[in-house]
């Protein structure tokens, strides 16, 4: 196989931008996060990977709960200061302010739309595992639409 057009082929795939937030315990968690997609729509579930290396993979294999934040087209920024470690300070994470819900997981405030969800099943991947996890609550904040992954100039495949 090339190399190239294999990853000129993954790198196809469209994804768009997320923002996964966990809280396990006492201690808070959040990554931006490209392979989401849902899987089922009764009972509504997603899949997401998630890199077996982060804190936040290993927070939600702790709390077995977190939230997906929507990032819309406006709010690059959102999605870029979760590539590095998560500071929580006077009810911001990583600068933005949230709320809670159902899991306790941090909710986003300015972010378009938001759901929560419990894992319901891992598969074992290599660098990365999948989660399988059932939406029990959600959330619309205003009507900006998704930022998808090609329009940032970034990319995450291949």
């Not at 702790?62 to 929507?70: D, L, P, W």
């Not at 979760?82 to 600068?95: A, H, L, P, Q, S």
Request: aromatic letters at 10%.
């Amino acid at each position: 196989m090339d190399p190239k057009a294999r990853k000129a082929a993954l790198r196809s795939i469209s994804y768009g931008l997320y923002v996964l937030t966990v809280k396990s315990g006492e201690q808070i968690s959040g990554a931006t996060v490209t392979w989401l997609s849902q899987a089922s729509f009764e009972p509504p579930m997603i899949m997401v990977g998630l890199n077996r290396k982060s804190g936040t993979y290993r927070a939600v294999k702790e709390s077995g709960r977190f939230a997906v934040n929507i990032v819309g087209k406006s709010q690059k920024e959102i999605a870029e200061a979760f590539f590095r470690e998560t500071e929580v300070d006077d009810r911001k994470i990583n600068g933005f302010g949230f709320k809670t819900a159902t899991t306790g997981a941090p909710i986003l405030s300015a972010v378009p739309a938001w759901f929560e969800c419990e894992v319901d099943r891992w598969l074992e991947g290599s660098d990365h595992d999948i989660c399988i996890a059932k939406v029990i609550n959600a959330g619309r904040q205003s009507d900006e639409e998704p930022l998808p992954l090609k329009e940032t100039g970034w990319n995450y495949g291949g």
